[in-house]
């Protein structure tokens, strides 16, 4: 793989929703990298006006100034503008597949928002066709690059505390009636792809894949209650999902060592360092989005592939999310884990 970008990185926006509006602020935040070209349906977006884009971050949309950006209606003519370097696909799920490859095949770099897609055949898909056509692929696990988060791999990976006893992952929010296609399962794999796939690549990356897994719901509208079986292991949780109109987003972790503890909630970081005592903690650095984008432009200048967020690693929290989903389904029938 190569490609050297000695001046700017020229970018294309596919899809102009929430997660559109909050890549194109990253991304212009960096320097040497151009927003050449969007694409949207929403004509007042390809205008530049971002300020109705819905969300569960209670991050506001802007407006910008979209004067000196090439527009399309099209995600095939935006895919095939021979000045673009890379493509960012911030669209429905069951569509990242097809933009992947077509981008791919065009010669363009992509990055993906999250989940990977759809199906493990999907994910294989895509990994085969970065491959073929010696291109980056990276997909937006932005939690590998949240402070928060990268300070709680530390403190399971550092050593400082001992081994991990239990670790449970938290993540919640009211059935999201921002964006319609979420709730069509087809579109995107519903709550435990779309939603708790950051937790699940957490798991992964942190604790590696587990031997079993069981998986019950909750009882509202598209939940779960999972759990990781490590043998001799610590035992992993995952919990949350998708419930009621007006209830509050969020996202944390209960991490238990033998020597310490770290918690992470809607109130912020705590670390109990195993004096008894526990301590507000200020996990430093950049804000996961733009980090994760200049991760990737990174990548891009070098023509190597993301170590760091590597595209596997999604494939992998993808089927094990549908692993979730089936012992679910099956009313919590513990599974063995083969990624």
Known sequence: MHCCYDTLVKIGIIGLGFMGAVHYKAFSAIEDVSVAAVCANNPRALEGDLTQVGGNLGRSGEKYDFSNVRKYRNWAEIVADPDLDAVDICLPTDLHLPVTLAALKAGKHVFSEKPMALTARDCDEMLAGAQQYSKILMVGQV?????????????????????????????????????????????????????????????????????????????????????????????????????????????????????????????????????????????????????????????????????????????????????????????????????
């Open 143 to 339: 939690l590998r690059f949240w402070p928060d988060y990268m300070y709680l791999r530390e403190f399971v990976t550092g050593g400082r505390y001992g081994a991990v006893r239990t670790a449970t992952f938290v993540r919640r929010t009211a059935i999201p009636d921002w964006s319609k296609w979420l709730l069509d399962e087809k579109r995107s794999g519903g709550m435990l792809l779309d939603f708790l796939i950051h937790d699940i690549d957490q798991a992964l990356d942190i604790f590696g894949a587990p031997a079993k897994v069981a998986a019950k719901s909750l009882g509202e509208i598209d939940t779960v209650s999972s759990t990781f079986i490590y043998p001799g292991g610590p035992e992993v949780r995952i919990q949350g999902g998708w419930f009621a109109p007006g209830t509050p987003f969020a996202m944390g972790f209960d991490v238990m060592a033998e020597r310490g503890s770290l918690e992470f909630s809607p109130s912020g970081l705590r670390l109990n360092d195993g004096s008894g005592k526990a301590q507000s903690i200020k996990a430093e650095g950049p804000d996961g989005y733009e980090a994760e984008v200049r991760y990737f432009v990174d990548c891009c200048r070098a023509g190597k592939s993301p170590e760091r967020c590597p595209p596997e690693a999604s494939a992998r929290a993808v089927k094990l999310a549908l692993l979730m989903k089936q012992s679910r389904d099956e009313g919590g029938k513990q599974l063995e884990c083969v990624l």
